[in-house]
Antibody
Framework: EVQLVESGGGLVRPGGSLTLSCAGS????????IHWVRQAPGKGLEWVAR??????????VYATSVKGRFTISRDDSRNMAFLKMDNLKTEDTAVYFC??????????????WGQGTRVTVSS | DIQLTQSPSTLSASIGDRVTITCRAS??????LAWYQQKPGKAPNLLIY???TSQSGVTSRFSGGGSGTDFSLTISSLQPEDSATYYC?????????FGQGTKVEVK
């Protein structure tokens, strides 16, 4: 089954750091733009960040709420993408989904979703 | 940022009913709008993209329409498995944004 698999979530203190990973399973992460979308408990969806493919210089863009604190990256040799989260705040508590747009598009509807990884920021 | 406002926030309807959810954008997004279905504890699932194009494998009960600022998702004949929360999503301009969601209950 084609899928994205997230890992790295957990409990972290405010001000702490965490790095989430996204691996492709029968899915070529290296050929796809990757986005992160999060969902706070009982709340709606919030787009977080995007990284494009090598051919478009791995261009990144971030939500205002995380800009300067989160860094999206990728390692095409490992078929993986990452979200490094620094200076975490309680409002960053959420399930984080790794997602990929429709094949061949960087900035499009989200066709492939991971199962999500839970991040809890609490003292 | 482009705000997306969905209505209603919740709805309850009977099996076989025709149900419509609307999504209004704070400014024109052409047809760069998608709809997702999310069931509890699961990732969202893409239903419609480019406002009215059905994703492969999605039942024909779901249809989308609209352009500019006003969009709709229609379920032609509500089924028990349609009980879920539905989100619209604009991908016209960054930051991408989502509507607040519409929870659909099947009586």
């Amino acid at each position: 089954e084609v899928q994205l698999v997230e890992s790295g979530g957990g409990l972290v203190r405010p001000g702490g750091s965490l790095t989430l990973s996204c691996a492709g399973s029968q899915f070529s992460v290296r050929d796809s733009a990757i986005h992160w979308v999060r969902q706070a408990p009982g709340k709606g969806l919030e787009w977080v960040a995007r990284i494009r493919v090598k051919a478009t210089d791995y261009a990144t863009v971030y939500a205002t709420s995380v800009k300067g604190r989160f860094t999206i990256s990728r390692d095409d040799s490992r078929n993986m993408a990452f979200l490094k989260m620094d200076n975490l705040k309680t409002e960053d508590t959420a399930v984080y989904f790794c997602v990929s747009p429709r094949r061949g598009h960087s900035d499009d509807a989200f066709e492939t979703w991971g199962q999500g990884t839970r991040v809890t920021v609490s003292s | 940022d482009i705000q997306l406002t969905q209505s209603p926030s919740t709805l309850s309807a009977s099996i076989g009913d025709r149900v419509t959810i609307t999504c209004r954008a704070s400014r024109s997004i052409n047809s760069w709008l998608a709809w997702y279905q999310q069931k509890p504890g699961k990732a969202p699932n893409l239903l419609i993209y480019q406002a009215s194009t059905s994703q492969s494998g999605v039942t024909s009960r779901f249809s989308g329409g609209g352009s500019g600022t006003d969009f709709s998702l229609t379920i032609s004949s509500l089924q028990p498995e349609d009980s879920a929360t539905y989100y619209c999503h604009q991908y016209s301009i960054y930051p991408f944004t989502f509507g607040q969601g519409t929870k659909v209950e099947v009586k």
